[in-house]
């Protein structure tokens, strides 16, 4: 059970900002938002993660609403190089004693292709 | 640090025949998964073992077993292989602790024939 929804595809210009959505409605209060991406078929790489507030790293910014239902990770200047499925994942925190601890589940993410 | 290694890359395996794919982390994690992702699908977990000695099952465990005996190593058995085992698996490591992130391997590609 991913508990997250995002739209299988995306395109964008390079050099553009690239917003890719991601819905999470049933979230707990507990729950963190992990953004990741897979570029051609290499093992997922971590891009950024938030429990309530925006957050920004050298890779991305990641933008939680205020209700926590949904999210939006943000390239801001998208490269060739950007290419990859994005996968949005919500995990409690590791200290947190609950069924799902542990456990990283991943949908089937979106593809975002940037373009010359 | 060489992260996540897993080995083999590839390997192709008959019907019936056992294999086990190894994956050894040096970063002193706890946490150790794996995955396993079919052509144009997302990625969904077989097993996952929060430290040496303890194993749970995760969304896709049939055909699989584990084993963790120290925190370095979580090696996958396949015992039985079917061609519905055919894809790439991923391992993968993280640190318990609220700035969580997981490191994976680069896979292995396996297909049963």
């Known amino acids: 059970d991913a508990k997250t929804t995002q739209p299988p595809s995306m395109d964008c210009a390079e050099g553009r900002a690239a917003n890719l959505p991601c819905n999470h409605s049933?979230?707990?209060?507990?729950?963190?938002v992990y953004w990741y991406r897979q570029i051609h078929s290499q093992g997922p790489q971590y891009i950024i993660h938030g429990l309530k507030n925006n957050e920004t790293n050298e890779m991305a910014s990641l933008i939680i609403t205020e209700d926590r239902k949904s999210s939006t990770l943000i390239l801001p200047h998208a490269t060739l190089r950007d290419t990859a499925v994005y996968y949005c994942i919500v995990r409690v925190a590791e200290n947190d004693r609950g069924s799902t601890l542990g456990r990283l589940y991943f949908g089937r993410g979106t593809q975002l292709t940037v373009w010359p | 640090n060489a992260g996540v290694t897993q080995t083999p890359k590839f390997r192709i395996l008959k019907i019936g025949q056992s294999m086990t794919l190894q994956c050894a982390q040096d970063?002193?994690?706890?946490?150790m998964y794996w995955y396993r992702q079919d052509p144009g699908m997302g990625l969904k977990l077989i097993y996952y073992s929060v430290g040496a000695g303890i194993t749970d099952k995760g969304e896709v465990p049939n055909g699989y077993n584990v084993s963790r005996s120290t925190t370095e190593d979580f090696p996958l058995r396949l015992e039985l292989a079917a061609p519905s085992q055919t894809s790439v698996y991923f391992c993968?490591?993280?640190?318990?602790?609220?700035?969580?992130?997981?490191?994976f391997g680069q896979g292995t590609r396996l297909t049963v024939v």
């Open positions: 993968a490591s993280s640190y318990p602790g609220t700035a969580f992130c997981a490191f």
């Open positions: 049933t979230i707990s209060g507990n729950e963190y």
């Open positions: 970063m002193n994690h706890n946490y």
